[in-house]
């Protein structure tokens, strides 16, 4: 099966500019994820959706970051505006059921931000 | 919330000798514990994982232990091989309702030829 796929690879912007990244889970994945991992350190969790609904969204720093998944396909995430230390790897997972325990999820290759 | 801290941040070892990774976690409900491989510039994928009603979970050359009183889980390799050079992440989740896994740092596991 096709994995989760995800663009762009690499964006680099300056602080201030915005940026948008774009997710396409696994086929008939209802539950996403988008992830932010700073070099060095584990994923952390921003935002979890279940079908087109947030199901988390405490640690998702809303005054700059937003995100949907207006269909409970694709999702899309927004940094506006872009400041220093939101360089990191944006990783989106997906698993397959919705809102359950022991689901697998499936990354993806992420998005490499550089903020300069 | 919850809380995984994960140690060494590094791990230099030969290779056929055997590494071991150590997670805590802070939350005595949770009980769904996986552990990811990130090869350099590559997404994490799932290795092994262990629920609570286990002590003890061996997966050819991997194994991972959990002790619940104490809150640790271990994850145990045998036999390494250049090709387990990667970065490994534990994770600590709750079942019941949604699954958002925690993540330690990572362990950096260099095997030397």
């Known amino acids: 099966e096709a994995g989760v796929a995800q663009s762009p690879r690499y964006k680099i912007i300056e602080k201030r500019q915005s940026v948008a990244f774009w997710c396409n889970p696994i086929?008939?994945?209802?539950?996403l994820y988008w992830y932010q991992q700073i070099l060095g350190q584990g994923p952390k969790l921003l935002i979890q959706?279940?079908?087109?609904?947030?199901?988390?969204d405490s640690q998702l720093p809303k005054d700059r970051f937003s995100a949907e998944r207006l269909k409970g396909v694709d999702s899309t995430l927004k940094i506006q505006p872009a400041k220093l230390e939101d360089s990191a790897v944006y990783l989106c997972?997906?698993?397959?059921?919705?809102?359950?325990?022991?689901?697998?999820?499936?990354f993806g290759p992420g998005t490499r931000l550089t903020v300069l | 919330g919850e809380n995984v801290e994960q140690h060494p941040s590094t791990l230099s070892v030969q290779e056929g000798d055997s590494a071991v990774i150590k997670c805590t976690y802070s939350?005595?409900?949770?009980?769904?514990f996986p552990w990811y491989k990130q090869e350099l510039g590559k997404r994490p994928q799932l290795i092994i994982d262990?629920?609570?009603?286990?002590g003890e979970k061996k997966d050819q050359r991997i194994a991972v232990t959990l002790n619940k009183t104490a809150k640790h889980f271990s994850l145990h390799i045998t036999e390494t091989q250049p090709e387990d050079s990667a970065v490994y992440f534990c994770?600590?989740?709750?079942?019941?309702?949604?699954?958002?896994?925690?993540f330690g740092r990572g362990t950096s596991l260099i095997v030397h030829p």
């Open positions: 997972a997906s698993s397959g059921r919705g809102g359950s325990s022991y689901n697998e999820q499936f």
């Open positions: 086929s008939g994945h209802a539950t």
């Open positions: 959706f279940q079908n087109n609904g947030v199901v988390d």
């Open positions: 939350d005595s409900a949770s009980n769904y």
């Open positions: 262990i629920r609570s009603n286990v």
């Open positions: 994770a600590a989740s709750k079942t019941g309702g949604s699954y958002i896994p925690t």
